[in-house]
């Protein structure tokens, strides 16, 4: 079982940059992949990157690929999202996610996560 805690989101102009922060908690020494998600009103939920147990596998969505990375310091430490040259159109909720299954890869589909945090809130004006 893993507990999940975000941190980080914000209000931040359009061209600015933001870092989110995704603490997991868990007795377990088993790995994870953990990855972040991202809803806007009236949308549905979609992937934007993820990162395997080990770092050593990344994966992005093509429109924030470039502009975001995504970083974590060890197999159980926290996972990070740094976000550059934000649009308008990355305002949503940012969800982090763990993936207990497959830790050897960095999934990008929402039904391969056991595991989401509450959400944090992520707002760009112009």
């Known amino acids: 079982q893993v507990q999940l805690v975000e941190s980080g989101g914000g209000l931040v102009q359009a061209g600015g940059s933001l870092r989110l922060s995704c603490v997991a908690s868990?007795?377990?020494?088993?790995?994870?992949?953990m990855g972040w998600f991202r809803q806007a009103p009236g949308k549905e939920r979609e992937f934007v990157a993820a990162?395997?147990?080990?770092?050593?596998?990344?994966e992005y969505s093509d429109s924030v690929k470039d502009r975001f990375t995504i970083s974590r310091a060890n197999a159980k430490g926290p996972m990070n999202l740094e976000m550059r040259s934000l649009k308008l159109g990355d305002t949503a909720v940012y969800y982090c996610?763990?993936?207990?299954?497959?830790?050897?890869?960095?999934?990008?589909?929402?039904?391969?996560?056991?595991?989401w945090g509450q959400g944090t809130q992520v707002t760009v004006s112009s």
């Open positions: 990162i395997n147990w080990s770092g050593s596998k990344l």
């Open positions: 996610a763990v993936d207990i299954h497959q830790p050897w890869m960095a999934a990008i589909g929402i039904d391969d996560y056991d595991y």
């Open positions: 868990t007795r377990t020494a088993r790995p994870y992949t």
